[in-house]
């Protein structure tokens, strides 16, 4: 089993920045990506970012330039900087942590951004 914590939502204005963190512990050893999904009220979960044990990351386009993710594999951690936010990144992000046929998800955090 992998527990999934996530913390650093809360409510900023547009243009402003927050970051969230998401640490992943437990059966972790065979953990290949971690990443951040959302999901805005009547819209379907989506992909934000993630970033694999090696590295490689993969961004949705409408928050290229503006997020950066990052992670800390030793401490099975991985973090999402976002920058310049829009009221359109309003979202429950949630964390996802993959290991082969598994994917774990934490609780989620609350991002608003006011106009």
């Known amino acids: 089993q992998v527990q999934v914590v996530e913390s650093g939502g809360g409510l900023v204005q547009a243009g402003g920045s927050l970051r969230l963190s998401c640490a992943a512990s437990?059966?972790?050893?065979?953990?290949?990506?971690m990443g951040w999904y959302r999901q805005a009220p009547g819209k379907e979960r989506e992909l934000v970012a993630t970033?694999?044990?090696?590295?490689?990351?993969n961004y949705a386009d409408s928050v290229k330039g503006r997020f950066t993710i990052f992670r800390d594999n030793a401490k099975n951690t991985v973090h999402l900087q976002m920058n310049s936010l829009k009221p359109e990144d309003t979202a429950v992000y949630y964390c996802n942590v993959r290991r082969p046929e598994y994917f774990y998800w934490g609780q989620g955090t609350q991002v608003t951004v006011s106009s």
């Open positions: 437990g059966s972790t050893g065979s953990i290949y990506l």
């Open positions: 970033i694999s044990n090696a590295g490689s990351t």
